[in-house]
């Protein structure tokens, strides 16, 4: 450091030096702090009401408040689907101070097992917004949620949050018949009005769900909420309630529905009850039946696997899209046909040599009976179910009139009201074999479809729709599920109800009935066993059809595929004949020969709707159908 | 001279000079402290209080805090100015050689926080971070070094001056801390000018530091580029880097000319606002009192800075001047790129808005710098002419 010199100093000059530069720096702070005040006045000024925009925007979020989902109840007020309260883990990972570790601490608490880790996992991975909460576990536990209190402390960001969850109490009984609710999906969302559904994860999938997906919805709400940078609400500013959906009132009885599902224990088929008169649906059951909870918070992969890969096809609904040829069980119908086409009249007999042959054909088409049932009139032809006199009425009628007949009952349409997604099954007609197969009606496959056989196929539904509609003397009534929709009752005359079918004299029903009563309690009736001890009158039809595949099952091993080629065994039953409260169809696939194992079933429904108390316990049904080896019926 | 009469009439009682009538000694000439100066500080100190209870979501603690760190750094501030300015001159190069080890320590042992190795620890006795000392250090250095020669300096003096601050600013900004080295370069350079450094050579730095832009952009970390970068287009960015600064525009912009009113700015309050009570705590200003506020606010600085330029232009020799007109136009740095950085026309770097923005480190040194600075100006006599 130089020495300092005062002799060399000019102080004079170094302080005018300093203030020349002082003054030039005051000049230079002054116009600095215009600037400033400058910019300001631009922000708070100029730009203000954009700034001001900007900050309403950032403060005021508004927020969807989903409805609750209506409740689903059965006709007697047992509930069917409700929703429970379940718990959920979010974490903000913003105020997660180690993300990782957080992940791998909730791994552990959670106790999750290799697949549950990777979709945890892959949860975090998704994007978010920051400060959004991202779902990483659906449906904790109670002792999960324990745990997670436990160490709060050391998971930052990590919240229980608690929703609403549909919840079925009897999911495996109820599954095909209710359908369920599931995440809304991205191609769901692209179709969905936003505003109402804002808030909403979960949409009808299938059933009656899917169906009422509107009245069970409701309205979303909405408030307008303050919030800080970090989203936390720090108060509301205004709110719109949400509507919650309807609640639903099905015409199904749980109970009823219950027995038909345990009747049809470990077995594949479906059973469908319908009360004639209002067309109500009182059970619909396709068995084997899963359950459908699993799929409300989204099924893991194993076990839809495990679901997809059964050979009893558990998430087939037969009940409305299962196609079985109705073999002899629409011999009832046929007749009916007869009668309004002209071909037959009640007392219309024939002789029953054991087969029918066409004029000019050396074809015989044989009665499952081989040497006959001798002279036959409408009753017995029903009772002793007949095929020669249905082959010889099948083409008197003609395929076109015989189409036109069954069309009427509701073959080959969707008849009933609210049922998601039914098959129409097919009634085979000229039009459709020249489209389907470019081919000409032949004369001999009328006769087939004479006995419920060839290309007619049918859905439980519609089996007990067309039962329902001929216990009803012929008037039409849609079959629904829905008893009434929140307060109101739905509406009686259901629109597009088919044409009613007209007899010329309205006792001619009676001979019908009359055949029908003798199935069950007639000497010679295909389903006598059935009818013993029988308190009411009951009129029914018993039915066989040869094996139809599914499909998909081409693995079986030699036992299973024996069991596999069994016939399938057809019941329609309604009771009481003078007034009809119920109309039941019963398939179990590959019962076997005969099909007493239906009947059984059958008569087990009518019992429980008819006697209260007195009905059977299903174990006795069962007891019944392990002595009854009977084999009364061939076709 | 009217510029000197102002000042005299200004202080009020012309204090004459030696030999004269010994005059009986106000108050304040006997603690060494500038009435006018401490007044004014002690308005914005007040002002930051209130603005630390919004700012701080109404903590009374963090006030109580605050408080208690402006009482400690004003009682620094009235120690440092017993001290006489040729202390300051002797003490100068001990002081900054000091720093200089320090700084090497820190770049060797410190502690890393927030990524930036800033801190050195006694553990259990004392947390220092030796660059807040290198604000006063180095321009004192300096200084004295100036003092010591013939004004205006000539190249080789100052090219000494360039080593002198050079060393430690390097070592700041290899913390690191570009804000801080930034601000300690300022400090010394400003000496340098104040003594006179002559406009060609100012113009050619000019021209070398703009050719050597890219040399420096190249040297940055990554986090000083985004910064910079997020600064010429915040919304390239708008969650990360980028937030604060629209945050903090759009606080100030909804402000508008009266403001929302004390507690009840929307952006801070609902914590949109980043470092609100730190380095942002203008924006909660600009949007709590409006432009009038802010330009209020503006003023009061204006006149602090003001009566500094006085007081060191009333000092009777070249250290003293320049000691305190570096300590006062540093002081304005810090209100300018404070403010331009909130209000978005500077890049952010961490500085705070001096006396207002929460946190002892500055307070004490800003309140020590003054001390100095009344210092200088209360001794004046006591230094050689």
């Given at each position: 450091m130089p020495p300092r010199s005062d002799k060399l100093k000019n102080t004079e000059q170094e302080l005018r030096i300093f203030r020349a530069r002082a003054l030039l720096a005051f000049v230079v702070v002054v116009a600095l702090t215009s600037l400033l005040v400058g910019r300001l006045a631009y922000l708070q000024v100029v730009q203000h009401d954009v700034y001001s925009t900007r900050s309403e925007k950032n403060r005021v979020r508004v927020e969807p408040l989903p409805p609750n989902r209506g409740l689903i109840y059965d006709r007697n007020g047992v509930l069917l689907a409700e929703n429970r309260p379940t718990y959920n883990l979010t974490l903000v990972r913003e105020r997660s101070e180690n993300v990782d570790e957080t992940l791998k601490l909730l791994v552990e608490l959670l106790e999750l097992n290799g697949e549950e880790t990777s979709t945890f996992y892959e949860r975090s991975q998704q994007w978010q917004r920051p400060f959004q909460p991202v779902l990483l576990a659906s449906d904790l536990s109670e002792e999960q949620i324990a745990r997670l209190a436990v160490n709060r402390h050391q998971l930052p960001g990590v919240e229980v949050e608690a929703q609403l969850l549909r919840y079925y109490p009897d999911a495996e009984v109820m599954a095909h018949a209710l359908g369920y609710v599931g995440r809304i999906n991205a191609e769901e969302l692209a179709n969905l009005d936003a505003t109402r559904y804002a808030g909403t994860h979960f949409i009808g999938k299938t059933g009656i769900e899917r169906f009422y997906e509107d009245e069970l919805h409701g309205q979303a709400g909405l408030r307008r909420v303050e919030t800080n940078a970090r989203g936390r609400v720090l108060r509301e500013l205004g709110r719109t309630d949400p509507v919650p959906g309807k609640d639903l009132t099905l015409t199904l009885d749980s109970s009823l529905q219950m027995l038909a599902y345990e009747l049809m224990d470990g077995r594949r088929g479906s059973i469908v009850a319908i009360e004639p008169g209002s067309g109500e649906i009182l059970a619909m059951v396709s068995t084997p039946g899963f359950d459908s909870n699993q799929f409300v918070t989204g099924i893991d992969r194993a076990s839809y696997q495990a679901l997809q890969e059964n050979l009893n096809l558990p998430l087939f609904n037969r009940a409305t899209r299962g196609h079985y040829p109705p073999g002899s069980t629409i011999k009832p119908f046929l007749a009916l046909g007869g009668l309004v086409d002209g071909a037959i009249t009640p007392d219309t007999t024939i002789n029953d040599p054991g087969y029918y042959q066409l004029p000019n054909d050396s074809r015989r088409y044989r009665n499952w009976l081989r040497w006959g049932h001798g002279r036959v009139d409408l009753e017995r032809s029903i009772a002793v179910s007949n095929n020669t006199f249905y082959y010889s009425l099948a083409h008197e009628m003609g395929i076109d009139s015989l189409h036109e007949q069954m069309t009427n009952f509701g073959f080959g349409q969707r008849v009933a009201h609210d049922v998601q997604s039914q098959s129409s099954g097919l009634m085979p007609s000229r039009e459709w074999k020249r489209e389907r197969f470019n081919q000409s009606w032949y004369p001999g496959e009328t006769l087939s479809v004479g006995i419920g056989q060839g290309y007619w196929q049918v859905t439980p539904l519609q089996l007990a729709t067309a039962t329902a509609t001929l216990a009803n003397r012929g008037q039409w009534v849609k079959p629904r599920m829905a008893r009434q929709i929140g307060d109101t009752p739905l509406e009686l005359d259901l629109p597009d109800t088919p044409d009613d079918i007209n007899l010329a004299q309205d006792s001619w029903w009676d001979s019908v009935f009359s055949g029908m009563e003798k199935v069950v309690s007639g000497s010679e009736g295909t389903a006598r066993r059935t009818g013993e001890g029988l308190e009411y009158r009951m009129g029914g039809k018993s039915g066989t059809a040869q094996v139809f595949s599914l499909g998909q099952d081409q693995r079986y091993d030699a036992d299973e595929l024996e069991e596999r080629l069994r016939d399938h065994a057809l019941f329609i039953a309604f009771a009481p004949i003078e007034d009809p409260q119920i109309a039941v169809s019963v398939i179990v696939e590959n019962a076997g020969g005969g099909s007493t194992h239906a009947a059984h079933l059958a008569r087990a429904m009518t019992d429980e709707w008819l006697l209260d108390d007195d009905a059977p316990e299903v174990d006795e049904v069962r007891e019944t159908l392990e002595t009854d080896n009977s084999n009364v019926e061939g076709n | 001279m009217p510029w000197q009469a102002l000042i005299r009439s200004m202080r009020g009682r012309p204090v004459r000079p030696s030999g004269g009538i010994p005059k009986r000694r106000s108050i304040w000439e006997r603690i060494h402290i500038d009435p006018w100066l401490l007044g004014l500080l002690l308005i914005l100190m007040g002002s930051g209080l209130l603005v630390i209870y919004s700012a701080s979501g109404q903590s009374m603690n963090v006030v109580i805090a605050q408080a208690i760190r402006f009482g400690v750094a004003l009682v620094a501030m009235v120690v440092v100015a017993q001290f006489s300015p040729i202390f300051f001159l002797r003490w100068a190069p001990v002081a900054y050689g000091i720093g200089v080890l320090m700084l090497v320590a820190v770049e060797l042992v410190g502690d890393i926080g927030m990524g930036a190795q800033r801190w050195l620890e006694i553990p259990g006795v004392i947390r220092f971070q030796p660059s807040e000392m290198m604000?006063?250090?180095?321009?004192?250095?300096?200084?004295?070094?100036?003092?010591?020669?013939?004004?205006?300096?000539?190249?080789?003096?100052?090219?000494?001056?360039?080593?002198?601050?050079?060393?430690?600013?390097?070592?700041?900004?290899?913390?690191?801390?570009?804000?801080?080295?930034?601000?300690?370069?300022?400090?010394?350079?400003?000496?340098?000018?104040?003594?006179?450094?002559?406009?060609?050579?100012?113009?050619?730095?000019?021209?070398?530091?703009?050719?050597?832009?890219?040399?420096?952009?190249?040297?940055?970390?990554?986090?000083?580029?985004?910064?910079?970068?997020?600064?010429?287009?915040?919304?390239?960015?708008?969650?990360?880097?980028?937030?604060?600064?629209?945050?903090?525009?759009?606080?100030?912009?909804?402000?508008?000319?009266?403001?929302?009113?004390?507690?009840?700015?929307?952006?801070?309050?609902?914590?949109?606002?980043?470092?609100?009570?730190?380095?942002?705590?203008?924006?909660?200003?600009?949007?709590?009192?409006?432009?009038?506020?802010?330009?209020?606010?503006?003023?009061?600085?204006?006149?602090?800075?003001?009566?500094?330029?006085?007081?060191?232009?009333?000092?009777?020799?070249?250290?003293?001047?320049?000691?305190?007109?570096?300590?006062?136009?540093?002081?304005?740095?810090?209100?300018?790129v404070n403010v331009g950085m909130v209000s978005g026309i500077l890049p952010v770097v961490g500085v705070p808005l001096p006396l207002v923005s929460y946190g002892g480190t500055s307070s004490v040194t800003l309140l020590v710098g003054f001390g100095i600075l009344m210092s200088i100006h209360a001794h004046r006599r006591l230094l050689p002419r």
């Amino acid at each position: 450091m130089p020495p300092r010199s005062d002799k060399l100093k000019n102080t004079e000059q170094e302080l005018r030096i300093f203030r020349a530069r002082a003054l030039l720096a005051f000049v230079v702070v002054v116009a600095l702090t215009s600037l400033l005040v400058g910019r300001l006045a631009y922000l708070q000024v100029v730009q203000h009401d954009v700034y001001s925009t900007r900050s309403e925007k950032n403060r005021v979020r508004v927020e969807p408040l989903p409805p609750n989902r209506g409740l689903i109840y059965d006709r007697n007020g047992v509930l069917l689907a409700e929703n429970r309260p379940t718990y959920n883990l979010t974490l903000v990972r913003e105020r997660s101070e180690n993300v990782d570790e957080t992940l791998k601490l909730l791994v552990e608490l959670l106790e999750l097992n290799g697949e549950e880790t990777s979709t945890f996992y892959e949860r975090s991975q998704q994007w978010q917004r920051p400060f959004q909460p991202v779902l990483l576990a659906s449906d904790l536990s109670e002792e999960q949620i324990a745990r997670l209190a436990v160490n709060r402390h050391q998971l930052p960001g990590v919240e229980v949050e608690a929703q609403l969850l549909r919840y079925y109490p009897d999911a495996e009984v109820m599954a095909h018949a209710l359908g369920y609710v599931g995440r809304i999906n991205a191609e769901e969302l692209a179709n969905l009005d936003a505003t109402r559904y804002a808030g909403t994860h979960f949409i009808g999938k299938t059933g009656i769900e899917r169906f009422y997906e509107d009245e069970l919805h409701g309205q979303a709400g909405l408030r307008r909420v303050e919030t800080n940078a970090r989203g936390r609400v720090l108060r509301e500013l205004g709110r719109t309630d949400p509507v919650p959906g309807k609640d639903l009132t099905l015409t199904l009885d749980s109970s009823l529905q219950m027995l038909a599902y345990e009747l049809m224990d470990g077995r594949r088929g479906s059973i469908v009850a319908i009360e004639p008169g209002s067309g109500e649906i009182l059970a619909m059951v396709s068995t084997p039946g899963f359950d459908s909870n699993q799929f409300v918070t989204g099924i893991d992969r194993a076990s839809y696997q495990a679901l997809q890969e059964n050979l009893n096809l558990p998430l087939f609904n037969r009940a409305t899209r299962g196609h079985y040829p109705p073999g002899s069980t629409i011999k009832p119908f046929l007749a009916l046909g007869g009668l309004v086409d002209g071909a037959i009249t009640p007392d219309t007999t024939i002789n029953d040599p054991g087969y029918y042959q066409l004029p000019n054909d050396s074809r015989r088409y044989r009665n499952w009976l081989r040497w006959g049932h001798g002279r036959v009139d409408l009753e017995r032809s029903i009772a002793v179910s007949n095929n020669t006199f249905y082959y010889s009425l099948a083409h008197e009628m003609g395929i076109d009139s015989l189409h036109e007949q069954m069309t009427n009952f509701g073959f080959g349409q969707r008849v009933a009201h609210d049922v998601q997604s039914q098959s129409s099954g097919l009634m085979p007609s000229r039009e459709w074999k020249r489209e389907r197969f470019n081919q000409s009606w032949y004369p001999g496959e009328t006769l087939s479809v004479g006995i419920g056989q060839g290309y007619w196929q049918v859905t439980p539904l519609q089996l007990a729709t067309a039962t329902a509609t001929l216990a009803n003397r012929g008037q039409w009534v849609k079959p629904r599920m829905a008893r009434q929709i929140g307060d109101t009752p739905l509406e009686l005359d259901l629109p597009d109800t088919p044409d009613d079918i007209n007899l010329a004299q309205d006792s001619w029903w009676d001979s019908v009935f009359s055949g029908m009563e003798k199935v069950v309690s007639g000497s010679e009736g295909t389903a006598r066993r059935t009818g013993e001890g029988l308190e009411y009158r009951m009129g029914g039809k018993s039915g066989t059809a040869q094996v139809f595949s599914l499909g998909q099952d081409q693995r079986y091993d030699a036992d299973e595929l024996e069991e596999r080629l069994r016939d399938h065994a057809l019941f329609i039953a309604f009771a009481p004949i003078e007034d009809p409260q119920i109309a039941v169809s019963v398939i179990v696939e590959n019962a076997g020969g005969g099909s007493t194992h239906a009947a059984h079933l059958a008569r087990a429904m009518t019992d429980e709707w008819l006697l209260d108390d007195d009905a059977p316990e299903v174990d006795e049904v069962r007891e019944t159908l392990e002595t009854d080896n009977s084999n009364v019926e061939g076709n | 001279m009217p510029w000197q009469a102002l000042i005299r009439s200004m202080r009020g009682r012309p204090v004459r000079p030696s030999g004269g009538i010994p005059k009986r000694r106000s108050i304040w000439e006997r603690i060494h402290i500038d009435p006018w100066l401490l007044g004014l500080l002690l308005i914005l100190m007040g002002s930051g209080l209130l603005v630390i209870y919004s700012a701080s979501g109404q903590s009374m603690n963090v006030v109580i805090a605050q408080a208690i760190r402006f009482g400690v750094a004003l009682v620094a501030m009235v120690v440092v100015a017993q001290f006489s300015p040729i202390f300051f001159l002797r003490w100068a190069p001990v002081a900054y050689g000091i720093g200089v080890l320090m700084l090497v320590a820190v770049e060797l042992v410190g502690d890393i926080g927030m990524g930036a190795q800033r801190w050195l620890e006694i553990p259990g006795v004392i947390r220092f971070q030796p660059s807040e000392m290198m604000k006063l250090a180095v321009p004192m250095m300096v200084a004295a070094y100036l003092y010591r020669c013939e004004l205006p300096p000539r190249l080789r003096d100052i090219a000494v001056c360039g080593l002198i601050i050079g060393l430690p600013v390097a070592l700041i900004a290899a913390q690191p801390d570009l804000g801080t080295s930034l601000l300690v370069a300022s400090a010394a350079i400003i000496v340098v000018l104040l003594a006179g450094l002559s406009w060609r050579l100012i113009g050619l730095v000019c021209v070398l530091l703009a050719s050597g832009f890219p040399l420096l952009w190249m040297n940055l970390h990554n986090y000083q580029r985004q910064r910079i970068l997020t600064f010429l287009n915040p919304e390239t960015d708008p969650l990360g880097s980028g937030w604060n600064i629209i945050q903090s525009t759009t606080a100030i912009g909804s402000g508008g000319v009266f403001g929302k009113g004390w507690l009840e700015g929307t952006q801070s309050q609902l914590e949109f606002l980043p470092e609100r009570h730190t380095d942002f705590i203008v924006a909660v200003l600009g949007e709590e009192v409006g432009l009038i506020g802010m330009v209020v606010l503006i003023f009061l600085y204006l006149l602090i800075v003001s009566r500094g330029l006085w007081l060191a232009s009333e000092s009777q020799n070249t250290f003293g001047r320049l000691v305190a007109g570096s300590i006062i136009l540093t002081f304005f740095i810090y209100v300018f790129v404070n403010v331009g950085m909130v209000s978005g026309i500077l890049p952010v770097v961490g500085v705070p808005l001096p006396l207002v923005s929460y946190g002892g480190t500055s307070s004490v040194t800003l309140l020590v710098g003054f001390g100095i600075l009344m210092s200088i100006h209360a001794h004046r006599r006591l230094l050689p002419r």
